[in-house]
C-alpha cells in the first residue's frame, strides 16, 4: 500500500516472529484492549482521518467485535459526507472446509456485514457468510445475491473458485492443454441499487508453488486500486462508492481494481515462484553434511529442508515494487462477464488458492486493523 502511495497506520492483531507456515514462532495475540488504546491513541493525536480502513485476520470473536467498533466509529464520522470513508472487510476464518479460528468467530463477522462497503472472503468463507454452499454457477451467483440483499453490501469479491469443470471446458487426457489447467479464478459483484448481482470474473494460470502472503498481499493492493478506480469513474463522492445501475459488470470500478492487482500478482508470483524452484534444486544439489543416522537425524533434516522452502514461498514483494506500480501485461487481465448457462463457466476448472495464509492483521489504506 505504501508502495502505491497510500499513508497507513498499522494496528497489529497479532505480534509473531514469523507466520505459523513454518510451523514454529513467537509472540502473542493482540487483545481486543490493546487494539482499542492504540485507536485510542490515533484519535487523540488527530491522526484517524481515514479514507479507507482494511481489516483482516482476527484470532477471537472479541477482537472482531473490537474492529468492527473501530469500523463503525469511523463510518459515523465521515456520515455526512458520503463516500469519503470506506471499508474493506477481509473475513479471515478458514479455507478447504476447515475452520482455523473458533466457531464464535463466524456470527461475530456476520454482525460486521452491514457495515463493510467490501469483502473479500475465499470460497469456504462465503459459504459460512451466506450459508449457501457453492457447487456451481447458479449457487455461486446465490451466495452473492444473499450477500448483497441480507447484508446491504454494496461490493463482494470472492478471491477463490473452485468449481468443477463442464463437459465443454475439460481439456482431453494427456493433452497439452490439460497440463496447463489449473486455473485461478476472481468473481466480483457490486448490487444495483435494488440490490440485485453485478458479477464479473478474470481467470488466470496458477502457478504450482504453495505462496505463503498472497491473501494478504491481495487486499493491500485491492485497496489502492479501488480508489484509483473508484476516483477515475468520478464516483468517490457516492455512497459505498456503487456505479450507476446502467454499468455493467466488467465495466465496474472493482473489476478494472481486480485486473490491476492481478496483474502485479502474477508478476510477483512467477518471480516467487523462480526463486522457490531455485531453492528446491539447491537443496537436492547439497552434498549431506549432516553425518547424524536414525529417526532423529531424519526429523532435522526434513525440519531443516521444510524451513527453508517456506522461506523461499514468501511472496517476493520489495523485489517487484515496479510490477506494484505498474502492472506487467494487463490486457491479459481483462474482467469477463459470467454466463450461467450450461459450459459457459470455462473458469470453473479446480482452481489453486488466491489467499494462502494470512497471520498477522496490521493491514490497512490509510488506517488498517
Not at 508502495?3 to 505459523?20: K, Q, R
Not at 502492472?327 to 494462502?356: H, I, Q, S
Request: hydrophobic share 40%.
Amino acid at each position: 500500500m505504501q508502495t502505491l502511495g497510500c499513508e497507513v497506520s498499522g494496528i497489529n492483531t497479532v505480534n509473531y516472529s514469523n507466520h505459523v507456515a513454518y510451523k514454529r514462532f513467537k509472540g502473542r495475540k493482540t487483545t481486543p484492549e490493546e487494539v482499542a488504546e492504540l485507536y485510542e491513541g490515533l484519535k487523540d493525536a488527530r491522526l484517524d482521518n481515514f479514507d479507507m480502513m482494511l481489516s483482516g485476520y482476527c484470532p477471537s470473536a472479541a477482537l472482531v467485535e473490537q474492529v468492527g467498533k473501530i469500523g463503525r466509529d469511523a463510518k459515523f464520522k465521515a456520515a455526512t459526507k458520503p463516500g469519503s470513508f470506506f471499508w474493506v472487510l477481509d473475513p479471515v476464518m478458514g479455507d478447504n472446509g476447515r475452520i482455523y479460528v473458533a466457531e464464535d468467530t463466524v456470527p461475530a463477522y456476520k454482525s460486521l456485514l452491514k457495515d463493510a462497503d467490501l469483502i473479500l472472503p475465499n470460497q469456504f468463507e462465503a459459504e459460512l457468510l451466506s450459508d449457501v454452499k457453492i457447487h456451481d454457477l447458479a449457487s455461486m451467483q446465490q451466495a452473492i445475491s444473499k450477500l448483497h440483499q441480507a447484508y446491504t453490501l454494496p461490493h463482494v469479491l470472492i478471491t477463490s473458485i473452485r468449481l468443477p469443470p463442464t463437459a465443454t471446458s475439460t481439456p482431453a487426457e494427456g493433452s497439452e492443454s490439460q497440463s496447463n489447467a489449473a486455473k485461478l479464478s476472481v468473481i466480483g459483484s457490486t448490487a444495483t441499487s435494488t440490490g440485485q448481482p453485478r458479477l464479473f470474473r478474470i481467470t488466470v494460470p496458477a502457478l504450482p508453488v504453495f505462496f505463503s502472503g498472497t491473501g494478504d498481499m491481495f487486499a493491500a493492493l485491492l485497496v489502492s486500486r479501488l480508489r484509483q478506480a473508484a476516483k477515475a469513474a468520478n464516483i468517490l463522492n457516492k455512497p459505498s462508492w456503487r456505479s450507476d445501475d446502467d454499468v455493467l459488470g466488467p465495466d465496474l470500478p472493482l473489476a478494472k481494481a481486480t485486473e490491476k492487482v492481478l496483474a502485479s500478482m502474477h508478476a510477483v508470483l512467477k518471480d516467487t515462484a523462480e526463486h522457490y524452484n531455485a531453492a528446491v534444486k539447491e537443496l537436492g544439489d547439497q552434498k549431506e553434511l549432516n553425518e547424524g543416522t536414525g529417526t532423529a537425524a531424519e526429523k532435522d533434516k526434513e525440519n531443516e529442508r521444510h524451513l527453508k522452502l517456506t522461506r523461499a514461498a514468501e511472496v517476493r514483494v520489495v523485489r517487484n515494487a515496479k510490477a506494484l506500480r505498474e502492472p506487467p501485461n494487463l490486457d491479459e487481465f481483462n474482467a469477463l462477464p459470467v454466463g450461467l448457462e450450461e459450459g459457459a463457466n470455462e473458469y470453473g476448472e479446480p482452481a489453486d488458492e488466491l489467499g494462502v495464509l494470512k497471520v498477522a492483521g496490521g493491514q490497512g489504506a490509510n488506517h488498517q486493523t
